[in-house]
T-cell receptor
Framework: AQSVAQPEDQVNVAEGNPLTVKCTYS??????LFWYVQYPNRGLQFLLK??????LVKGSYGFEAEFNKSQTSFHLKKPSALVSDSALYFC??????????????FGKGTKLSVIP | NAGVTQTPKFRVLKTGQSMTLLCAQD?????MYWYRQDPGMGLRLIHY???????AKGEVPDGYNVSRLKKQNFLLGLESAAPSQTSVYFC?????????????FGQGTRLTVV
């Protein structure tokens, strides 16, 4: 079975500082990994994904994520945080093998607060 | 370009009542999903569909039924609502046949069962 862990319920960072939101995963086959952002009272918006190839993936709004196969991690990063980045962030995984390959499994989410 | 539209946006039900949540997508996506979001639990998959006329159970299917009679619509039904079904429900869709495409989400339905 596939699973995702986001070890931090909340991350606080000062505006202008770099930010990291952590994600680790577990799959049987190869992972397809995604990051989504949710603003208050809104649906989830896609940020970026890793499918194959370059381990550093660039996405929307200046975010990027680094895929590390040996550590089974896919951490979200941004060089300089903005107050407007404050939101709930979800990591998600899809396994390319088995019956679970159609399912997109989400972590519990990490609340990011960027302090002015 | 509407994307994924959920109806209704808010609803209050009494215990034992039934209701249907409608999800419509205009992107010609094959895959559709229903999730529930609860505080501290993230998003949990209720049911999903890989094409018109097909449905499958997700992680938390009990108490819910679904139908996909038309490709663009995915309905989630609660036959006898319970307070434990108080949640925010999200519908999503994604393109097929590739498995590496991202999902697009609706704005959510906030359901309260009293």
């Amino acid at each position: 079975a596939q699973s995702v862990a986001q070890p931090e319920d909340q991350v606080n960072v000062a505006e202008g500082n770099p930010l990291t939101v952590k994600c680790t995963y577990s799959v049987s086959g190869n992972p397809y990994l995604f990051w989504y952002v949710q603003y208050p009272n809104r649906g989830l918006q896609f940020l970026l994904k890793y499918i194959t190839g370059d381990n550093l993936v660039k996405g929307s709004y200046g975010f990027e994520a680094e895929f590390n196969k040996s550590q089974t991690s896919f951490h979200l990063k941004k060089p300089s945080a903005l107050v407007s980045d404050s939101a709930l962030y979800f990591c998600a995984v899809r396994d390319d093998s088995g019956a679970g390959s159609y399912q997109l499994t989400f972590g519990k989410g990490t609340k990011l607060s960027v302090i002015p | 370009n509407a994307g994924v539209t959920q109806t209704p946006k808010f609803r209050v039900l009494k215990t034992g009542q039934s209701m249907t949540l409608l999800c419509a997508q205009d992107m010609n996506h094959e895959y559709m999903y229903w999730y529930r979001q609860d505080p501290g639990m993230g998003l949990r998959l209720i049911h999903y569909s890989v094409g018109e006329g097909t449905t499958a159970k997700g992680e938390v299917p009990d108490g819910y039924n679904v139908s996909r009679l038309k490709k663009q619509n995915f309905l989630l039904g609660l036959e006898s609502a319970a307070p434990s079904q108080t949640s925010v429900y999200f519908c999503a869709s994604s393109y097929s046949p590739s498995l590496n495409t991202e999902a697009f989400f609706g704005q959510g339905t906030r359901l309260t069962v009293v």
